[in-house]
T-cell receptor
Framework: GDSVTQTEGPVTVSESESLIINCTYSATSIAYPNLFWYVRYPGEGLQLLLKVITAGQKGSSRGFEATYNKETTSFHLQKASVQESDSAVYYCALGEGNTGKLIFGLGTTLQVQP | AQTIHQWPVAEIKAVGSPLSLGCTIKGKSSPNLYWYWQATGGTLQQLFYSITVGQVESVVQLNLSASRPKDDQFILSTEKLLLSHSGFYLC??????????FGAGTRLSVL
């Protein structure tokens, strides 16, 4: 079946440092899955951070970027300079067709130190 | 704007007791609705989905059931809880493609 593997956390970085959270996927049921990053801030629900549906394209939101790389089956999340408010749990996910079924990674807890 | 409300926020229940979790979506007619579940230390997985009132598809068999009694309401339930039902339950909606918008979730502890 389809699967998503992402950086194990917790990941701790200092404010203004750069960040990369790795995400690789295996999609056997669909050739070009949609790829997502979701985020859960402390005390809040799971919310969409960014989405890319076309291989080779880059998505961006709130200073975060991720590029859909079909050759390496990767969708790494990057930010050039993190802030303390970025502390959260980040989930990489792939979408299987149009059934609303998302395959999630285990989540990566990011702690940004002031 | 669409809003999604889940209730209760948290539950502590005994093994063998019944359970009912609810979800309401406002501001969107005929949404696709979903239940997801995350066991402690596990990943989020889809349990059920519904594309219309009265129709629910089961994705994972966990001795749970779901119903959609109204266009804007999705209910998750069981008559007898198991320890393995503990975890975090999320309701979500989509406008018809696979971008999902989640509620705040219900944390369930079965003792």
């Amino acid at each position: 079946g389809d699967s998503v593997t992402q950086t194990e956390g917790p990941v701790t970085v200092s404010e203004s440092e750069s960040l990369i959270i790795n995400c690789t996927y295996s999609a056997t049921s669909i050739a070009y899955p949609n790829l997502f990053w979701y985020v859960r801030y402390p005390g809040e629900g799971l919310q969409l951070l960014l989405k890319v549906i076309t291989a080779g394209q880059k998505g961006s939101s709130r200073g975060f970027e991720a590029t859909y790389n079909k050759e390496t089956t990767s969708f790494h999340l990057q930010k050039a300079s993190v802030q303390e408010s970025d502390s959260a749990v980040y989930y990489c996910a792939l979408g299987e067709g149009n059934t609303g079924k998302l395959i999630f990674g285990l989540g990566t807890t990011l702690q940004v130190q002031p | 704007a669409q809003t999604i409300h889940q209730w209760p926020v948290a539950e502590i229940k005994a093994v063998g007791s019944p359970l009912s979790l609810g979800c309401t979506i406002k501001g969107k007619s005929s949404p696709n609705l979903y239940w997801y579940w995350q066991a402690t230390g596990g990943t989020l997985q889809q349990l059920f989905y519904s594309i219309t009132v009265g129709q629910v598809e089961s994705v994972v068999q966990l001795n749970l059931s779901a119903s959609r009694p109204k266009d804007d309401q999705f209910i998750l339930s069981t008559e007898k809880l198991l320890l393995s039902h503990s975890g975090f339950y999320l309701c979500a909606w989509s406008p018809g493609e696979n971008t999902l918008y989640f509620g705040a979730g219900t944390r369930l502890s079965v003792l």
